[in-house]
């Protein structure tokens, strides 16, 4: 079985409302899916944010339980993290970086396969490449610099706003985002082999 670990930052609002889209989802299609949410930043015990709540009332989609910080425990039983933003994976990964080839953001993980992930581990590439050089003294060569330039406008934003503080409106287009992306995540599943 999957067992799949979406993080944001508070695990009040984004990563509760993927959870329980995604448990929808994977219940409506049959997928063995264990499905958990947890915070970078979370304080055990919070309650899902008001706005979160109602946008999940209106889909009658059953809300996840209060807040969890993200630990180790929990980081070890996911075979997948699935993260809200870049910030978010970056964050894991300081702390745990033995999860490097199980965290992806959601939208970078939906889009696996796709060939703009080609574009996004060679500007990966480039960057580690410049880093290194700027250890050593070295500058990027023009024609590095122009790659990289040119692959940084062709990705996309992997992030997903953060609506917290927001409208009941602004929470309900972040769901729908999210339910677009975790769609298009579960058709994939069909097609790809699980994470083990």
């Not at 946008?55 to 980081?75: F, H, I, M, N």
């Not at 959601?106 to 396969?113: F, H, M, P, S």
């Not at 024609?143 to 992997?158: C, G, H, S, T, W």
């Amino acid at each position: 079985m999957n067992r799949v670990l979406i993080v944001c930052t508070g695990n009040t609002c984004r990563s509760p409302m993927a959870e329980a889209i995604l448990k929808d989802l994977a219940a409506r299609s049959g997928k063995p899916l264990e499905i958990r949410s947890a915070g970078v930043a979370a304080a055990n015990g919070t309650p899902i944010s008001a706005h979160a709540a109602e946008t999940l009332r209106r889909r009658k989609l059953e809300q996840p339980g209060p807040s969890t910080a993200l630990t180790a425990d929990e980081v070890l039983w996911a075979n997948v993290i699935l993260t809200m933003t870049s910030g978010h994976k970056r964050a894991i990964l300081e702390r745990y970086p033995e999860a490097l080839s199980k965290t992806y953001t959601l939208k970078e993980y939906a889009l696996r396969g796709d060939p703009v992930m080609d574009d996004v581990a060679e500007a990966e590439r480039l960057y580690s490449e410049w880093q290194v050089k700027q250890l050593l003294g070295h500058p990027l060569t023009d024609e590095e610099k122009a790659r990289l330039f040119e692959l940084q406008r062709r990705i996309p934003n992997f992030d997903i706003g953060d609506p917290f503080g927001g409208p009941l409106s602004l929470y309900e287009r972040t769901a729908d985002e999210i339910e677009d992306i975790l769609l298009t995540l579960v058709d994939k599943w069909d097609q790809q082999p699980r994470d083990r």
